[in-house]
């Protein structure tokens, strides 16, 4: 059988971090509740599985949820925040095919401030340069874009690419993983301007994966203007989260939790085939929330390739991006930022 499904999976909510965009280590999930192997083991065959938290690191068990997890799925990626060096290099020397992505969120005053971990951006990109000097190969970090980090985002990707890493974006969005709802871009401005930056110097690249991840990042100055998704959210029929009590979630992109069942209670296919999981589905294709992550936008940028494909076209072509062209602001409003020096008053947090 062809493994196509996406899958995310969410072994704890516990954190050491302090984000100031998340409030998961508010409400951890206790150690007993958390996600056993037993019920790994019902997870279904997939192309794709993302390991995440919470710090999936503070698991001590994430080994054998690894090995666990590779007799049903082509690749793994673990999003951490890097502070627990040993284990993740422990475990990469165990499993070297794994994915390893940490999240950065600036350079260390902003990394720090915005995670609220002590000594967090010297732990992180220690592991980094650790991870590169052991010959590990799947390595990358990211960066969750706000005005805060602004200013860190272009220095954060030259940095990837002295390493010879892979640098993957996103930008705030409110949900009940998150257990957030004041998350917000008020200085959208500022912000697509940082994108717009970024997406010329992937455009310019030579690497083609770079010229899509230039699309994504489109699609997150579409989000953060409030717009539409530019692909259809397929999330519950595509791709999948399971929390770390066994629920099966379309996303981690909803307000409230939209359970399709329990694997403590059910078989996969019986939650995954059952009149539950299709009224999820509906409830998925008439959400007007047009999140922009990675988890339902890769899928979607696959199953319709030739979306992304023909603006890199159009856009290698041109020459380049432009907020003007593609409408988020007018010309006017540009050059009028471009040239005030009081625009960090302008556009005050």
């Known amino acids: 059988m062809k493994r196509t499904l996406y899958g995310s999976v969410i072994i704890t909510y516990r954190c050491n971090a ?7 280590f508010r409400d951890p999930s206790k150690p007993e509740e958390e996600l056993s192997l037993d019920l790994i ?13 919470g710090e ?62 002590p000594n967090g951006f010297d732990r992180g990109y220690g592991t980094l340069r650790k991870l590169a000097a052991s010959g590990h190969k799947d390595v990358g970090f990211g960066c969750t874009v706000q005005e805060m980090n602004t200013e860190d985002l272009i220095p954060l990707y030259k940095l990837s690419e002295e390493l010879g ?32 930056e970024l997406i010329n110097k992937l455009l310019k690249s030579n690497s083609p994966k770079k010229w899509f991840r230039a699309y994504f990042n489109h699609g ?9 998704r530019y692909l259809p959210c397929e999330m519950g ?19 409230s939790k939209m359970s399709m069942g329990n694997l403590k209670d059910k078989s996969w296919d019986e939650i995954w085939k059952s009149k539950k999981a299709d009224e999820v589905r509906k409830k998925v294709k008439s959400c007007t929330k047009n999140c ?3 988890g339902s936008a890769a899928p979607a940028m696959k199953q319709r390739i030739w979306v992304p494909m023909l603006w890199v076209i159009r856009h290698k072509l041109k ?30 947090v």
């Open 18 to 24: 302090r984000c100031n965009m998340c409030n998961c």
């Open 41 to 53: 083991k019902k997870l279904p065959e997939m192309a794709f599985t993302n390991i995440t938290g």
């Open 56 to 117: 999936p690191f503070i698991r001590t068990d994430i080994g054998d949820i690894v090995k666990e997890l590779y007799k049903k799925t082509n690749r793994i990626v673990i999003s951490t925040n890097g502070y627990f060096t040993d284990r993740i290099l422990a475990l990469c020397e165990e499993f070297p095919e794994v994915g390893i992505r940490i999240s950065i969120e600036g350079l260390q005053a902003a990394n720090d401030r915005i995670r609220g971990l």
């Open 165 to 196: 890493m892979e640098f993957a974006t996103a930008a705030l969005h409110n949900s009940f993983y998150f257990r957030k709802t004041t998350n917000k871009i008020k200085d959208r401005l500022k912000v697509s301007k940082a994108f717009e």
């Open 220 to 228: 997150l100055v579409n989000y953060i203007y409030g717009n539409k």
């Open 237 to 255: 029929s595509n791709g999948f989260f399971v929390d770390p009590y066994g629920y099966v979630l379309p996303c981690n992109g909803s307000s």
């Open 292 to 294: 922009w992550m990675i």
């Open 319 to 348: 020459g380049g991006y432009s907020l003007c062209e593609n409408k988020f602001i007018d010309t006017k409003e540009y050059g009028n930022y471009e040239n005030r020096n009081d625009r960090a008053e302008r556009y005050s």
